[in-house]
């Protein structure tokens, strides 16, 4: 079903407009690039920004993966999915990476590295890392513009005397080619160093705040850090110090989702499902030639 | 039917104002600014001419504009991409012949803004041979090499000159036949000689 509305939902003027705003992201790397974010049939901070540039990507020759939380099957990804699906006749839907020419992600990048030809678009809540320092736009858009971060550093400081350490756990600052520094969107650390020297384009939608920002394939992706305090990823070692693993695949190199099982103790599993899946299934390719 | 009719009637029907077209097109340019130096290839066997046509018509509509600096677009096509002219010193995007030194200095946005910087359009001979350049920076891995041919080396000059303040600056598109190449402004450019 699709009467009525255009290829994509947007009408052609709102996708040039953003297409614009994307060769301008790529051209100026995390500089937030204003656009006039048009009103989706879905409540803003559902991944409206995202599914704009998504909209404004997807051909017929597309094959789509929609990701929320490292899930296909979670309802944020479904709903998207089926939004596009509906309004984009003729395009191919996938949860395999591998198959994917266009991935869509909310709060992940996958496990697997991308390839070249693959963009990953993610959905973005808040697109300004300098908001927590500068209520004022028109003051951080002259920060951004100079690359003055001292403000930023000196909050990470503050963490540091009170904590010992930085206690962000996701949307962690991260400086790119040099210059601006960007929130990208709500990935753990675990996926922060992918942002660096991506072999993919990388494109950030911000829906509500009408923002479009891009880290270019093979550019600089740098977490803001001290030298005596530098930046580390999650740690999945348990007390006695050994790397916990998928109880589901058995990977121990993943980003592990912690669940509560009814007895009150705690199990791990793969945040990433469709490396986990492939993980379960090459085991068991292994498994039966072994076997045979 | 006079000529000049058919002519403006055969751009009127012909492919490139095509949304599935243009959508093509675009991730064909987006792919170019993601990565400078790797020159892409327009395809649609409506493309008579050039792809020039192609890569306006894919870029603008009337929320921006154009400067036509050397009058390389007909009347007929100019009104049929609905864009507003200004002089090339406030336009968004500008459109010039490459074998000529610029003789205009374009908007280099501002430190707030640097995206309204220009989009310099350059039309020249040939992709893949010529004068070989070396370029690095974002989107490039490591180096790579890439022949021009056609393009004024004042424009090199002036891509180092505009582009000397980043994030100020101007992102240029070479357009040769149906091949396309972006440098943007975060792009270093070394002269083989």
């Known amino acids: 079903m699709s009467a009525g509305y255009n290829f994509g939902f947007l009408d052609e003027h709102a996708k040039k407009e953003v297409r614009r705003a994307i060769l301008k992201a790529i051209s100026i790397p995390g500089y937030q690039v204003p656009y006039s974010s048009r009103e989706m049939p879905m409540g803003r901070g559902f991944g409206t920004g995202g599914l704009q540039i998504t909209l404004s990507l997807i051909g017929a020759n597309d094959t789509l993966k929609v990701i929320d939380q490292g899930s296909d099957d979670s309802v944020n990804a479904v709903n998207l999915r089926q939004f596009i699906e509906m309004t984009c006749p003729g395009i191919d839907t996938t949860t395999r990476l591998s198959e994917a020419t266009l991935i869509q992600s909310r709060h992940r990048i996958p496990e697997t590295p991308l390839k070249p030809e693959q963009v990953l678009v993610l959905q973005v809540p808040y697109p300004d890392p300098l908001v927590v320092v500068e209520p004022s736009e028109d003051k951080r858009k002259i920060m951004h513009g100079e690359a003055d971060y001292a403000r930023l550093l000196v909050k990470l400081y503050e963490d540091i005397v009170k904590f010992d350490e930085i206690t962000i756990s996701h949307r962690y600052p991260t400086r790119i080619n040099d210059h601006y520094v960007i929130d990208p969107s709500p990935i753990p650390r675990w996926d922060v160093p992918k942002l660096d020297n991506s072999p993919a384009l990388i494109l950030f939608g911000a829906g509500r705040e009408k923002k479009i920002y891009a880290v270019p394939p093979h550019t600089k992706g740098e977490p803001l850090a001290f030298e005596d305090v530098p930046f580390r990823v999650e740690d999945f070692r348990d007390a006695q110090g050994k790397r916990r693993a998928c109880a589901r695949c058995g990977a121990t190199d993943t980003f592990l989702d912690e669940f509560m099982n009814e007895d009150g103790s705690k199990r791990y599993q793969c945040s990433d499902s469709d490396y986990c899946d492939e993980t379960l299934e090459a085991d068991m390719m292994t498994e039966a030639t072994t076997h045979a | ?193």
């Open chain 2, 1 to 193: 039917m006079s000529n000049n009719f058919k002519a403006a009637l055969q751009s009127t029907l012909s492919g490139i104002w095509q949304a599935d077209t243009q959508q093509r097109t675009f991730r064909q340019i987006m792919n170019a600014f993601a990565r400078p130096g790797v020159i892409e290839t327009l395809e649609g066997e409506f493309l008579e001419g050039d792809g020039m046509l192609l890569t306006l018509a894919t870029l603008l509509d009337g929320a921006t504009t154009l400067a036509d600096v050397d009058g390389l677009l007909s009347e007929h096509d100019l009104a049929r991409l609905e864009v507003s002219t200004l002089a090339a010193e406030q336009a968004r995007f500008v459109l010039t012949h490459g074998k000529v030194a610029p003789a205009f200095m374009p908007s280099l946005g501002t430190l707030e803004s640097p995206d309204t910087g220009a989009t310099i359009i350059l039309k020249i001979q040939e992709i893949g041979s010529g004068n070989r350049l070396k370029l690095t920076g974002p989107g490039v891995d490591g180096a790579c090499e890439v022949a021009v041919n056609g393009l004024h080396p004042a424009w090199l000059a002036a891509h180092q000159e505009w582009n000397s303040a980043f994030p100020l600056g101007v992102d240029m598109l070479l357009v040769a036949e149906h091949q396309v190449m972006a440098l943007p402004r975060t792009t270093r450019i070394e002269e083989i000689k």
